[in-house]
């Protein structure tokens, strides 16, 4: 991350320093965050690159590709869900210049989260009408009730305009460059919606993730102080207990 800094020579470039950082989610979860996410995003947007965009299509590659699918589909929900922390620092670090950029930005974007999230559960339904009835079967099933109104509609706009207001927010604040902070804007261009698969847009959407998010999550986690032994051990504790008794629930449920 670079900032500009003033002199009687004219500007000159120099790193920029996460000095004190959001104490929550703090630079490690939000930085692992910044570069989890956006890679997830792109694994799966790629993994279902050949099949056509529509439902109907999504549901057949599903009948007859379930497991390229169902890592297609768990990639993208994971990341976006991953995600949270990563805009939470974000926003935090934007907000340090310009507050109602990275409140807007920032809650917003979080809100489109919520809302990608509740698709991702609807596709996971569909998914599993394909394994007890069939592709046809089920693309008339998601055909009734497609486009019905849900809660979560109400979050489209959010999901469009906080990415391009928090690009807006880190460019201003010098945290990303001009280029960085385009190939952010673009994650608005993602496709809405349940069962969507790709296209150029969906690429060009996951692809700027990474362009402006991964170097930002990588500098987040070098720069600072190293942990102490007995912190790095209680987290690590803490992650295995945690993600054990998220697959042991997870079966249950």
């Avoid at 057949?60 to 890592?71: C, G, K, N, V, W």
């Avoid at 869900?81 to 807007?104: K, N, P, Q, Y």
Wanted: positive net charge; aromatic residues 8%; contains cysteine.
């Amino acid at each position: 991350m670079l900032r500009r800094r003033g002199t009687c020579g004219g500007a000159i470039v120099v790193p920029m320093t996460l000095t004190s950082p959001p104490v929550f989610p703090g630079r490690w979860v939000g930085g692992a965050s910044l570069i989890a996410g956006p890679l997830l995003v792109l694994t799966g947007v790629l993994l279902r690159l050949r099949f056509d965009f529509f439902f109907p299509a999504q549901l057949s590659a599903y009948e007859h590709h379930p497991d390229l699918m169902t890592a297609s589909y768990a990639s993208v929900a994971a990341g976006w869900t991953l995600l949270w922390s990563g805009v939470a620092f974000l926003a935090a670090r934007i907000g340090e210049r310009h507050r109602e950029l990275a409140v807007w930005g920032g809650t917003l974007t979080l809100l489109g989260l919520f809302a990608r999230t509740f698709h991702a559960g609807v596709d996971h339904l569909s998914f599993r009408l394909v394994t007890g009835s069939g592709a046809a079967s089920a693309t008339r099933t998601v055909a009734e009730s497609y486009g019905a109104f849900h809660i979560f509609s109400t979050l489209n706009a959010a999901i469009l305009v906080g990415w391009i207001l928090l690009a807006v927010g880190a460019y201003r604040s010098r945290l990303l460059g001009a280029v960085p902070a385009a190939a952010l804007g673009l994650a608005s261009a993602m496709p809405l919606g349940v069962l969507k698969g790709t296209t150029a847009w969906s690429v060009a959407a996951a692809v700027g993730l990474c362009v402006a998010l991964v170097p930002l999550g990588v500098a987040a986690l070098r720069t600072g102080p190293a942990p102490r032994a007995v912190t790095v051990a209680g987290r690590l504790l803490l992650v295995g207990v945690v993600g054990a008794a998220m697959f042991l629930l997870g079966q249950v449920g």
